[in-house]
């Protein structure tokens, strides 16, 4: 991902993405469908004071498509307005940021992975359904207590 090329692509709908593509601008400008990988969506957020006056703006990054597991996509250039390269600052949050969403979404595999295989060691141990039995609400509460006693 960090040899490909940093852009910002400012779509026709006003949003605002971070990606990296295998093309530089001008030959981007050519093709008739680019490939965006790993796009961030850039929020803008109004920096105001007690008495609302604004005094800055401020961005949020959010996954573009996050509701897909699928890092690179394949946009029209018609839908695209321009391309520009990413100001030093900007691509060094971009890299933190999609390392650190990998990062998360690695440790969400491996505890689904070690979930699964949890269940899958209840299933090889245990024929059937495991059903787990509370012994107060059979036999009342302090029963083992008097079994002993006896």
Known sequence: MYNDYFKLVKLKTG???????????KSAAAETHLSLTTPVQV???KETRKNGQVIGESFILRPWMGLSDSEEFTIST????????MKKEIKKQYIAYVDQTNE????????????????ALLRDVTPGEVKIIDD????????YEQEEGQ
């Open 78 to 85: 018609d839908v695209v307005l321009t391309l520009g390269a």
């Open 136 to 143: 107060e609400l059979i036999y009342g509460e302090g029963y």
């Open 43 to 45: 929020i803008p957020h």
């Open 104 to 119: 998360a979404r690695k440790q969400v595999l491996e505890r689904e992975e070690c979930e699964e295989a949890a269940e």
């Open 15 to 25: 949003e605002t993405l971070l990606c990296t593509m295998e093309h530089d601008v």
